[in-house]
């Protein structure tokens, strides 16, 4: 998210200041309102520490965004 907040600040902005937990915890329930589930993956945390940690599916995020679009 901290990529994305550099690329369009205008757009993912709100995204750059909270913690990493506040942010995984909001982008969780915004992709949990389209029907997008987390899985335990495993990966680094932002110390480089290995760990069992949550994640997406591109192609469930993919989708998620399309409905977004026809939405609005």
């Known amino acids: ?32 309102e389209y029907g997008v589930r987390t899985e335990d993956t495993w990966g680094r945390d932002a110390a480089g520490k290995d760990r069992n940690r949550k994640g997406f599916h591109r192609a469930d995020v993919a989708e998620a965004y399309g409905q977004r679009k026809v939405k609005s």
Not at 2 to 26: C, H, I, M, S
């Open 1 to 32: 998210m901290d990529r994305l907040a550099e690329f369009r600040p205008d757009a993912y902005g709100q995204w750059a200041d909270p913690e990493d937990d506040a942010k995984t915890a909001t982008l969780t329930a915004r992709l949990k």
